[in-house]
């Protein structure tokens, strides 16, 4: 290949890696650049595919309990897969009905093993989110849509590095999580997010209420609280509902790992 049949073979490729160039809210100029390692690629080295597990609920209602729970089921699954490995045999080669042997290496041969491989999974935890990235938010109903556009650009991200993303926010608007899955789409992602609902009774919420939130909200320390001064709307037809008022934590767990399974 001449210098100038690769220069435009490199510029071709270059060309290639770019999307169309356009204005993204305040973003003029921008394009996106597509990975040279897809998630196809990704998810076959990982031996799973990727997925958002977006668990919603009441504050107390187990979110972030059940989402680090079946993290840590996930860590410790190990998926076994065929491994091809090429062993070189001997053979024994009789020539001219000699009574010479002489050793030849046979054609090599696929040795099938089986190996063990880890799950890739990352929690996305509400509180945590907002120690960094959103702490310029609070909780009006303007900054909670804010906080779940952007968790749903990260969560997206993790999707598309091939994780299993566990995200467990409060989330409280219908629309809000339409418009994480209509994003999660989008990116031709389809039935890769995964809506759990935490379903617990107020009564229990506050029962559960470790932070004392629930007493502040009810003596109006604190504002536009989910669940007392500011609405919290069902799920109307998520993947999963788990009753976690109810139930033990092992069971809910069962339940969700079921189902990827």
């Not at 958002?52 to 840590?72: H, P, R």
Request: overall charge negative.
């Amino acid at each position: 290949m001449s210098d100038k049949d690769r220069a435009e073979s490199s510029s071709s490729q270059s060309d290639s890696a770019y999307g169309k160039v356009q204005t993204v809210g305040n973003s003029s100029n921008i394009a996106w650049h597509h990975s040279s390692i897809t998630k196809d690629d990704i998810h076959k080295r990982n031996n799973h595919r990727s997925s958002i597990l977006w668990f919603t609920g009441l504050s107390g209602s187990g979110k972030s309990t059940l989402a680090n729970a079946v993290n840590n089921r996930l860590f410790q699954i190990q998926i076994s897969v065929m491994n091809g490995s090429y062993q070189a045999g001997a053979a024994t080669d009789r020539t001219n009905d000699t009574d010479t042997d002489t050793d030849t290496p046979a054609i090599s041969s696929i040795r099938a093993t089986t190996i063990s491989t880890p799950i890739h999974s990352y929690v996305l935890d509400g509180d945590n989110i907002r120690h960094g990235i959103n702490q310029d938010l609070g909780f009006s109903d303007e900054d909670r849509i804010e906080n779940i556009r952007r968790i749903g650009h990260i969560a997206s991200l993790f999707l598309d590095a091939g994780m299993i993303v566990l995200t467990a926010f409060v989330s409280p608007f219908r629309s809000d999580r339409e418009h994480v899955r209509t994003l999660v789409n989008n990116y031709g992602c389809e039935n890769e997010f995964i809506e759990i609902y935490c379903s617990a009774n107020l009564d229990v919420c506050e029962e559960r209420d470790t932070k004392g939130l629930y007493k502040k909200a009810r003596e109006g320390i604190i504002p536009e609280f989910t669940g007392i001064s500011s609405p919290y709307e069902i799920p109307e037809n998520p993947e999963i509902v788990v009753e976690s008022g109810t139930k033990s934590l092992e069971e809910c767990v069962d339940q969700i790992i079921s189902y990827l399974e």
